[in-house]
């Protein structure tokens, strides 16, 4: 059974810095990319950032410059450094996992979510 789990989260102050973890498990198919996303009370989820098979990044506009996205494919860990951490920042952070294999010539995709941990950026 696939099983994602995050770590890190916690209560600091603006202007400081957390790094989060996600440890992935139980996962049969080749990890297409591994990614965070975040959601606010009352707010749509969003994505944070994304990191490919081929180490491609990618990240959302407002929190481009400041979070940095890395893995580790050989324990299928994905971490998330947040530096400048603002309140706006404050959400339940979600780890996401991607993979695909192809089924004769069709490809088939498998998105799995883990519980989300809490970041709360006081001002």
């Known amino acids: 059974q696939v099983q994602l789990v995050e770590s890190g989260g916690g209560l600091v102050q603006a202007g400081e810095s957390l790094r989060l973890s996600c440890v992935a498990s139980?996962?049969?198919?080749?990890?297409?990319?591994m990614s965070w996303y975040r959601q606010a009370p009352g707010k749509q989820r969003e994505l944070v950032a994304t990191i490919d098979s081929g180490g491609i990044t990618k990240y959302g506009d407002s929190v481009k410059g400041r979070f940095t996205i890395s893995g580790d494919n050989a324990e299928n860990t994905v971490y998330l450094q947040m530096n400048s951490l603002e309140p706006e920042d404050t959400a339940v952070y979600y780890c996401?996992?991607?993979?695909?294999?192809?089924?004769?010539?069709?490809?088939?995709?498998?998105?799995?979510w883990g519980r989300g941990t809490q970041v709360t950026i006081s001002s």
């Open positions: 139980g996962i049969s198919r080749n990890i297409k990319d």
């Open positions: 996401n996992v991607d993979t695909e294999y192809y089924s004769g010539s069709f490809p088939i995709r498998n998105a799995y």
